[in-house]
């Protein structure tokens, strides 16, 4: 018996003008666990492809492939013998109809670094509408994987002192542990600006925020949304709206669905002033050969180690990646 589907925010009539139709699934979320080795990435894919269009290329790779119903993997489809064959012909087939935002967890904690604790949180941080500090962010990041276990223990101080569920929060003294983590990983940048701007009683008051629930700060451990803020970005092109069909995500709530919505109807400059994100509606992944094929294509991009290069998905990936070398 299956449970009722959780979350997503249909639209409540029938989107008007411009409308794309995308199918979405992602591959190595972990929840708030962002600092497990074995899923550095966060893929999060998408396709415009009609219902029709994704049961066909299914079937195709069903019949010549011989995958059976429990295995349509991206671990199985590159684990067979005709893997190469199998991959040219299935991203040839995705050519202009699909796209992949890729997310390095360790970079998108920088973001929350920056835009959570230095600037006014809010719900397009981590996204192309909030780059005002990005470069600041993206010297850190590479001075951080330089620093060894100095990095890893501030990036683990950060996810500690924001993590606000299953622990009593009453001086619980994670911002100290910070702000030592900190003070330790300045001995290998003394100059690094956003390091040297973190204050002690703004980054309190912003735990103190997450602390009392205050909803207009997105989850701060939730690289969900600025993935999907990215992917809706892409397919709007800031011409048309997006409607969303996605494998059921526990992050995608309508409370922050909701709030992503106003966010991009203020920044992303459609012409008619709307949203670009029209709604999203939540699906079983078996009942959607869209959301198969996108759950494919997500497992791909995150398991081939030149996708970010010049690999064959290179076609299909964001303009805007988090990596930064």
Not at 238 to 256: M, N, P
Request: a neutral charge; proline letters at 7%.
């Amino acid at each position: 018996m299956r449970l009722p589907l959780q979350g997503g925010l249909p639209p409540v009539q029938t989107p008007s003008g411009a409308v794309v139709e995308i199918a979405c699934d992602e591959s190595g979320f972990s929840g708030t666990n962002l600092l497990d080795p074995a899923t550095p990435v966060i893929s999060h894919a998408s396709v415009d492809l009609g219902v029709d269009e994704a049961a066909g290329i299914v079937a195709t790779l069903r019949s010549g492939f011989r995958f059976a119903p429990h295995e349509f993997k991206s671990r199985q489809l590159l684990r067979r013998p005709e893997a190469a064959e199998a991959l040219q012909w299935f991203l040839a087939a995705l050519r202009g109809r699909a796209h992949v935002h890729l997310v390095d967890k360790q970079f998108f904690l920088v973001t929350r670094v920056v835009d959570l604790l230095l600037a006014e949180p809010s719900y397009l941080a981590g996204t192309r509408l909030a780059a005002a500090h990005r470069t600041d962010a993206v010297a850190l990041h590479r001075v951080g994987r330089a620093a060894g276990p100095d990095w890893d223990a501030f990036l683990a101080a950060l996810v500690e002192m924001l993590r606000t569920k299953r622990r009593d929060r009453a001086g619980d003294g994670s911002v100290d542990r910070f702000f030592t983590a900190r003070d330790a990983l300045l001995r290998h940048a003394p100059d690094d600006a956003v390091l040297c701007a973190l204050d002690r009683g703004r980054v309190a008051a912003v735990q103190a925020r997450l602390y009392a629930e205050d909803r207009s700060i997105p989850p701060p451990l939730e690289p969900m949304l600025p993935a999907l803020a990215e992917t809706v970005l892409f397919w709007s092109a800031g011409r048309r709206r997006v409607l969303v069909v996605h494998d059921e995500q526990s992050a995608l709530t309508a409370d922050r669905l909701r709030r992503l919505q106003r966010a991009l109807a203020e920044r992303a400059g459609l012409p008619t002033g709307e949203s670009p994100l029209a709604g999203l509606v939540m699906t079983d992944s078996r009942d959607d050969p869209r959301v198969q094929v996108a759950d494919l294509l997500a497992g791909i991009a995150r398991r081939m180690p030149d996708a970010i290069d010049d690999g064959p998905l290179q076609p299909l990936l964001s303009p805007v990646s988090p990596h930064t070398g």
